[in-house]
């Protein structure tokens, strides 16, 4: 059975640091793109970044461009998510998804697997 498996949320001040961590089991994930999405109370689960099984060419969305970084552990079949000078308004649930296809792609539907969520909380 699949399961991806999130660590590494917390209590953060604005402009500090957390490294986010999936480890996925129960299958290989080396051919297929690995995404991070968030969801705040109240609103919908949206993209935040994402990386295909060739890691060339990563994909962020716009609001965190430039401060958070994705990288992947293809032999430990995990997905990191680096995130630097956090603010408030980055305060949400963290999912990590294996999708259905090498490409990292920014859309919930093109993911099949996710994980149960890690809870990123940055204070002002």
């Known amino acids: 059975q699949v399961q991806l498996v999130e660590s590494g949320g917390g209590l953060v001040q604005a402009g500090g640091s957390l490294r986010l961590s999936c480890a996925a089991s129960?299958?290989?994930?080396?051919?297929?793109?690995m995404g991070w999405f968030r969801q705040a109370p109240g609103k919908e689960r949206e993209f935040v970044a994402a990386?295909?099984?060739?890691?060339?060419?990563?994909n962020y969305a716009d609001s965190v461009k430039g401060r958070f970084t994705i990288s992947r552990d293809n032999a430990k079949n995990t997905v990191f998510l680096q995130m630097n000078s956090l603010k408030p308004e980055d305060t949400a649930l963290y999912f990590c998804?294996?999708?259905?296809?090498?490409?990292?792609?920014?859309?919930?539907?093109?993911?099949?697997?996710w994980g149960q969520g890690t809870q990123v909380t940055v204070s002002s």
């Open positions: 998804a294996a999708g259905r296809s090498p490409v990292g792609a920014s859309t919930v539907g093109a993911y099949n697997y």
């Open positions: 129960g299958g290989t994930f080396s051919r297929n793109g």
């Open positions: 990386i295909g099984w060739s890691t060339t060419i990563p």
